[in-house]
């Protein structure tokens, strides 16, 4: 078991750039969920797979956001034109089924 | 879920046992009590869970009142690598339904002092 990791772990960007982030869950997870955490508050929920299907997002995630699981291993998370707004901790995390899940070391990205 | 309810910060000294209070007045019969960490830049970490018995493992012990409106995380002996924030998360169990997500609130800072 070698834990969920992230990719990267910091980003520093200029406001309107695009980035993407990536997670690798653990493997034989099939539940894959994003959130995202701004200083002093708890982690927010964004969306979250199932193999590949994305079956939920929150309305957080606005059309800026998109995100991807190919193949039901690997995802990706896109924000494009960034906004200042946007700077926060990217967390993944990864669950068999509806068991705890297990988290990442998340990506910060720092919006200039 | 249930909304649940925390002190904002704790103190303990270390090798003591630290007790962290939640309650969740509101929980259904069907929700299960969660409760992660999040040391300083990491994401969180799982600790424990139950639905109304108490529990324990390696790192720490759920007590859950009889009527399930209250819980208390104990880490038994402190150490300073415990500082961190402490959340309490009620959620729906099983694979299907609403239960894909947690509802974190703000937490327990929690502080082990030398």
């Known amino acids: 078991d070698t834990g969920v990791s992230q990719d990267p772990r910091h980003k520093i960007t200029k406001r309107g750039q695009n980035v993407t982030f990536r997670c690798d869950p653990i493997s034989e997870h099939n539940r894959l969920y994003w959130y995202r955490q701004t200083l002093g508050q708890g982690p927010e929920f964004l969306t979250y797979?199932?193999?590949?299907?994305?079956?939920?997002k929150s309305r957080l995630l606005s059309d800026r956001f998109s995100a991807e699981r190919p193949k039901g291993s690997f995802s990706t998370l896109e924000i494009q034109r960034t906004e200042q707004g946007d700077s926060a901790m990217y967390l993944c995390?990864?669950?068999?089924?509806?068991?705890?899940?297990?988290f990442g070391p998340g990506t910060r990205l720092t919006v200039t | 879920d249930a909304k649940t309810t925390q002190p904002p910060s704790m103190d303990c000294a270390e090798g003591r046992a630290a007790n962290l209070p939640c309650n969740h007045s509101t929980i259904s019969g069907n929700e299960y009590v969660y409760w992660y960490r999040q040391i300083h830049s990491q994401g969180p970490q799982y600790i424990i869970h139950g639905l109304k018995n108490n529990e324990t493992n390696e790192m720490a012990s759920l007590i859950i009142t009889e009527d399930r409106k209250s819980s208390t995380l104990i880490l038994p002996h402190a150490t300073l690598r415990d500082t961190a924030v402490y959340y309490c998360i009620v959620r729906l169990m099983g694979s299907g339904g609403s239960n894909y997500k947690l509802t974190f609130g703000k937490g327990t800072l929690l502080t082990v002092n030398p």
């Open positions: 995390a990864s669950s068999l089924a509806g068991n705890q899940q297990y």
């Open positions: 797979f199932q193999n590949e299907a994305q079956l939920e």
